[in-house]
C-alpha cells in the first residue's frame, strides 16, 4: 500500500496561483498513475489531472491551460501547479494513488479562490 500526505492549500485571490503537493510513502514501486481530483459542497468529487510514471497526462477541460501536474521521482511526489485561479476552483482537493488492485486518497486540502 502507499501512504499519501497532501500540503499547499489555502485562500488565494481570483487570478492567483497555488501548489499542490502530494506526497508517497510505502510501496511506491506499485505506483502506476497519481492524480488529483477535487470536490465542492454538493458536488461529486471529479478528476482535476492525472499522470501516470511513463509520464502520460489528462486534464479536467476546465482547467486546461491553467493547471499542470508534474511529478519528482526522486522526492516521490506529485504536484500540482494551479495559475489563473477562479471562485469555480474552490474545492477540497484531493490526491490518489493508483496500482495494481488498489487506490488510496489523500486527506483532502482546502482551496479557495476568494477576493
Known amino acids: 500500500q502507499v501512504q499519501l500526505v497532501e500540503s499547499g492549500g489555502g485562500l488565494v485571490q481570483p487570478g492567483g496561483s497555488l501548489r499542490l503537493s502530494c506526497a508517497a510513502s510505502g510501496n511506491i514501486f506499485s505506483i502506476l498513475a497519481m492524480g488529483w481530483y477535487r470536490q465542492a459542497p454538493g458536488n461529486e468529487r471529479d478528476l482535476v489531472a492525472a499522470i501516470s510514471t511513463g509520464d502520460s497526462t489528462v486534464y479536467a477541460d476546465s482547467v486546461k491551460g491553467r493547471f499542470t501536474i508534474s511529478r519528482d521521482t526522486a522526492q516521490n511526489t506529485v504536484y500540482l501547479q494551479m495559475s489563473s485561479l477562479k471562485p469555480e476552483d474552490t474545492a477540497v482537493y484531493f490526491c490518489?494513488?493508483?496500482?495494481?488492485?488498489?487506490?488510496?486518497w489523500g486527506q483532502g486540502t482546502q482551496v479557495t479562490v476568494s477576493s
Open positions: 490518489k494513488v493508483m496500482g495494481p488492485g488498489y487506490e488510496n
